[in-house]
Nanobody, 125 residues
Framework: QVHLVESGGGLVQAGGSLRISCAAS????????MGWFRQAPGKEREFVAG????????DYLDSVKGRFTIFRDNGKNTMYLQMRNLKPEDTAVYYC??????????????????WGQGTQVTVSS
């Protein structure tokens, strides 16, 4: 079992920056990729960014490429999402998740087994 806790969300003005974190406890028994998803009001949850165990593979939603950076510190069991040049359309609840270590590394929601409770990010215009 893996327990995930997100933190660092808040209110920021458009053009600003924010870093959110995801602390993991427990283990699925082997190395695992992780990812960030978000859900805006009235919309479906969408993939934002993903990272492999050692960080050599990352992927991003097209609309956040060049603005968001995903990284992790396995020694601290923590994953981060650095968000820059935030836009009002980035407003959402952001969730971190653990990728099924036995599934192919595809950052699709169905391949993620464990989820955090989410942290709210609000970008004002």
């Amino acid at each position: 079992q893996v327990h995930l806790v997100e933190s660092g969300g808040g209110l920021v003005q458009a053009g600003g920056s924010l870093r959110i974190s995801c602390a993991a406890s427990g283990s699925p028994g082997t190395t695992y990729a992780m990812g960030w998803f978000r859900q805006a009001p009235g919309k479906e949850r969408e993939f934002v960014a993903g990272i492999s165990w050692n960080g050599d593979t990352t992927d991003y939603l097209d609309s956040v490429k060049g603005r968001f950076t995903i990284f992790r510190d396995n020694g601290k069991n923590t994953m981060y999402l650095q968000m820059r040049n935030l836009k009002p359309e980035d407003t959402a609840v952001y969730y971190c998740a653990v990728h099924n270590p036995y599934a192919p590394l595809v950052f699709n929601e169905r391949n993620f087994d464990y989820w955090g409770q989410g942290t709210q990010v609000t970008v004002s215009s």
